[in-house]
């Protein structure tokens, strides 16, 4: 059976360029597809989707529509998803073609559904790009690897530390809650 959706995560980087992308990645004409059309179609204030694009008039294929994982609260905001995140997130769907992680006979059936989180506070747009890159390649890599597999979630689930959450804080909160 064909593999219809292929899901990939990564989280990159640090302070507050940290690049947390989340993507889909399946045949145009399957669900991806349908997400994909979607969230171009589906703009709106502080959410605007766009194409990720080696420059103006080159697109990437895999076509790849980069969605905010954040309301966009202003124009350096904006200009970093439209920049420095935008030719980040090309490059690597570019480089995953390139470097046959992506297949390149797959390239013009398939669509990427990128999340990318570009942190209200962020400056510098040297990592935003690096970090964007790194991240994205990893997603893609796991996702067309279908990793991580349920046994190395299994075995990584005792020490998994999750930076944005703190365990203690999490466990007294459920305790507090009566689970």
Not at 48 to 55: G, R
Request: with cysteine.
């Amino acid at each position: 059976m064909a593999q219809l959706i292929r899901k990939g995560e990564a989280l990159v980087g640090e302070g507050n360029e940290v690049s947390h992308i989340d993507l889909l990645i399946g045949p145009e004409e399957g669900p991806v597809g349908t997400a994909f059309c979607n969230a171009l179609a589906d703009q709106n204030a502080g959410h605007s989707n766009l194409l990720a694009v080696l420059e103006p008039n080159l697109a990437v294929k895999p076509a790849t529509v980069m969605i905010t994982k954040v309301t966009i609260k202003g124009a350096t905001q904006a200009v970093q998803m439209f920049g420095p995140a935008q030719r980040g997130v090309a490059e690597a769907v570019a480089e995953s073609v390139e470097e046959g992680v992506i297949p390149k006979d797959q390239a013009e059936n398939l669509v990427i559904v990128c999340g990318v989180f570009i942190h209200w506070d962020a400056e510098d747009n040297k990592k935003i790009y690096s970090y964007n890159k790194e991240a994205t390649k990893l997603a893609i890599k796991r996702a067309m690897n279908n990793e991580p597999s349920a046994d190395d979630m299994i075995k990584g689930k005792p020490t998994a530390n999750h930076g944005f959450a703190k365990t203690e804080d999490v466990v007294k909160s459920a305790c507090a809650d009566g689970e």
